[in-house]
């Protein structure tokens, strides 16, 4: 049977699942311009003690945060399928739209999810070993739970597939090339959010100036964005690229690997894990992954005081790459949960970036206004609040509307 998949009365909405290496996020969005969320929440601390469901429900006025258990990735989707199931019901939902790291090279558009996109995604698992795997693991069980619902990939790498071949090569043999070896960029789906919001607060010509935007929190990475289009970004072939993180350690000599194998017989999978899981502000601090608790300790602590510097150094640092690559700069943008919420790294952040004409107001700073720069700067610095969710949202809602599907063979069943 072939034909549109319209928005029927008992399939009103779109669920969207944002899986991440320690956390499941996930909202339901009713049709609208833009659409409306309504319950949404998250399962965090995913591989660690107290494994937590936090979520709001506004259309029953509640919200609650509570612990659920020690659980690893599988057992929180399945507890999280569950209780979704229990909680709306499957049958309201016209479609599953998930964020997906990175595709490779084949796969660089959203598209409905089909058994050779999933076989594609699974030959790609190199590519984002801590993002991919959980993230098919969690559109498998959809396609369980829900035979037949109609699931959609949304790729985070999309927003970065237009950036110009000399951003995207990688200074290794041309041969890896063919591979799919390049760089691919992340938070695309983020940036996608920040440059709508951008037009919508600040009008069509900023957005199609000369716009920086960074993304920081756990995971962190800046981009570059010339008439509306990345030119260029901070993450690479992988998420652990660019600048240093919550347990990411950012760009490394590669030497380093070399190094290592020899005098600590450190393997490649030990290494992996290194650079990963126990790097970046965690590495330099070997306290905390958590900036809060770094910001808190840094007058008694001289680690935590260094893995702080280095982040906001790091950073300054790209800024001043970017603008290079850019020409100038016209607007800096804060977004993620460090960006958006923790004025101390802003602040430290822009400091000595006066030949760049950033200026900051550090009472409209402290305050965390939606614009933070003095009005004499010369280019202005905006802290918005990101949301991957409603643009994984709108793109279901789109494809759906648009799309002309095989129900027997397009998707999963």
């Not at 945060?65 to 999280?80: T, Y």
């Not at 005081?305 to 690559?325: N, T």
């Not at 790294?345 to 939606?370: M, W, Y």
């Amino acid at each position: 049977m072939t034909g549109k998949l319209a928005l029927e009365q008992d399939r009103s909405y779109v669920l969207t699942i944002n899986g991440g290496s320690s956390s499941i996020k996930f909202a339901l969005y009713q049709k609208g311009d833009p659409p409306k969320r309504g319950l949404h929440g998250k399962v965090d601390r995913i591989g660690l003690r107290g494994t937590q469901l936090t979520f709001n429900d506004p259309a029953r006025q509640q919200q609650d945060s509570h612990r659920i258990g020690d659980f690893d990735h599988r057992s929180a989707a399945h507890f999280l399928c569950d209780w979704l199931e229990s909680r709306i019901g499957f049958a309201s939902i016209a479609a599953v739209g998930h964020r997906i790291v990175n595709g490779g090279a084949k796969c660089n558009e959203p598209q409905l999810v089909t058994q050779e996109l999933l076989d594609e995604l699974r030959r790609n698992s190199a590519y984002a070993p801590e993002h991919l795997p959980p993230e098919i693991a969690l559109i498998d069980l959809f396609g369980k739970q829900a035979p037949g619902l109609p699931q959609v990939a949304c790729f985070d790498t999309a927003f970065h597939r237009d950036m110009p071949r000399v951003a995207k090569i990688l200074p290794i043999p041309r041969r890896f090339q063919a591979k799919g070896i390049e760089r691919y960029g992340f938070h695309g789906l983020s940036y996608s959010f920040l440059m709508e919001e951008l037009a919508r607060v600040a009008g069509a010509e900023s957005a199609q100036g000369r716009v920086i935007l960074s993304h920081l929190g756990n995971g962190a990475s800046l981009a570059a964005v010339r008439g509306g289009k990345c030119i260029d970004t901070s993450m690479g072939f992988t998420p652990a690229a660019g600048v240093p993180m919550s347990t990411r350690s950012g760009d490394l000599d590669p030497g380093l690997a070399w190094y290592l194998s020899q005098t600590e017989h450190m393997t490649v999978q030990q290494f992996h894990q290194m650079v990963n899981h126990e790097s970046g502000l965690l590495g330099i601090s070997e306290t905390s992954s958590d900036l809060r608790d770094l910001l808190g300790r840094e007058a008694t602590d001289t680690r935590a005081a260094e893995a702080v510097a280095l982040f906001c150094y790091q950073i300054k640092k790209w800024i001043g790459a970017f603008a290079a690559a850019l020409g100038g700069l016209d607007t800096l943008v804060f977004a993620g949960g460090i960006g958006e919420n923790s004025s101390v790294v802003r602040s430290r952040i822009c400091e000595g970036l006066g030949f760049l004409g950033i200026q900051l107001d550090e009472t409209k700073n402290a305050a965390g206004e939606p614009v933070i720069s003095a009005d004499a700067s010369g280019a202005q610095v905006r802290v918005i609040r990101t949301d991957e969710e409603i643009i994984i949202a709108k793109t279901v809602f789109r494809i759906l509307d648009g799309a002309e599907i095989n129900q027997h063979t397009e998707f999963m069943e």
